[in-house]
């Protein structure tokens, strides 16, 4: 298992790095997207070399916010074009995972429409990217697309892609948490992994491990059960990163205790 941590896409990247090294992280879950880290204002072969020289691997992520699912075509073909840019990136930076979010903002259309729609503009960026060597993979977000009823249709039209699981997310907009049921029913398919706390409803708050009511021991025994031993990136978004390197220790230790 290997602990990473996201850049902040508002400060530049080269700072960001620093610091994941010294917290001796071993990966950065690099998104790529405005103002200091979109893929116009870096240079692939640059990081490609820092992260080489601090000894980090890397793993991609792109805009939540990109609309794949557009009711405008106009858009939706704009937001895959960006996809494909950030693919070519992260093929030149060495990353062999890139993450897309599914798009259910679409008023006044229905289900089947949404999710054809997001199908689309996966398989579209799924054949772009076999050739790059870079693996598409697709995360569950709140509302739409957080439960295996939900993401299954999607996963199931495109069946090069992965999952990447965001166990916080499973905790919100739920009447309970769906991480066991999805580490389950796609264990073959999980890619990567977001780990971070909350307390239900609808906020993501993005807390430090057992900061929050989800019962994260359990969630990384099952990881484990379903023989994932892959990325894990702790989102925790705290000024103060004492609570990230004590979120990596606590992440450790129930990885080795859940043999």
Same mark, same amino acid.
């Given at each position: 298992m290997q602990v990473g941590a996201m850049n902040h896409p508002? !400060?530049? *990247? $080269?700072? @960001? &790095?620093a610091w994941m090294a010294e917290l001796k992280l071993d990966f950065v879950d690099l998104t790529l997207e405005p103002p200091a880290a979109a893929t116009w204002r870096i240079s692939p072969g640059d990081v490609r070399r820092l992260l080489g020289d601090l000894g980090l691997g890397v793993v991609g992520h792109t805009a939540f916010y990109l609309p794949i699912g557009s009711s405008f075509e106009s858009l939706r073909r704009a937001a895959i074009d960006e996809?494909? =840019?950030?693919? @070519?990136?992260?093929? @030149?930076?060495?990353?062999?995972?890139?993450?897309? /979010?599914?798009?259910g903002h679409a008023p006044f259309t229905d289900e089947p429409t949404i999710v054809h729609r997001n199908i689309d503009s &996966?398989? !579209?960026?799924a054949e772009f990217m076999q050739p790059l060597g870079v693996g *598409?993979? &697709? $995360? %569950?977000?709140?509302?739409?697309? %957080?439960?295996?009823?939900?993401l299954a249709p999607i996963l199931d039209a495109v069946p090069g892609a992965g999952l990447h699981l965001d166990i916080g997310h499973c905790n919100l907009g739920v009447p309970h948490n769906t991480a066991t $049921?999805?580490? !389950? /029913?796609?264990?073959? =398919?999980?890619?990567?992994?977001? &780990?971070?706390d909350n307390r239900g409803g609808q906020a993501d708050l993005h807390l430090a491990l057992g900061?929050?009511?989800?019962?994260?021991?359990?969630?990384?025994?099952?990881l484990r059960a379903g023989g994932y031993d892959a990325t894990i990136t702790l989102e925790v978004f705290a000024h103060d990163r004492h609570y990230l390197g004590y979120s990596r220790d606590l992440l450790r230790r129930m990885w080795n205790a859940a043999r």
């Open positions: 508002g !400060t530049p *990247l $080269e700072r @960001e &790095l996809l494909k =840019r950030a693919a @070519e990136a992260f093929a @030149e930076i060495g990353a062999t995972w890139m993450n897309v /979010h599914p798009d &996966l398989r !579209t960026l *598409l993979m &697709l $995360e %569950n977000v709140p509302g739409r697309f %957080n439960t295996v009823a939900q $049921e999805l580490i !389950t /029913h796609f264990s073959s =398919r999980l890619a990567h992994v977001h &780990l971070h900061m929050g009511d989800m019962d994260v021991v359990t969630h990384v025994r099952t």
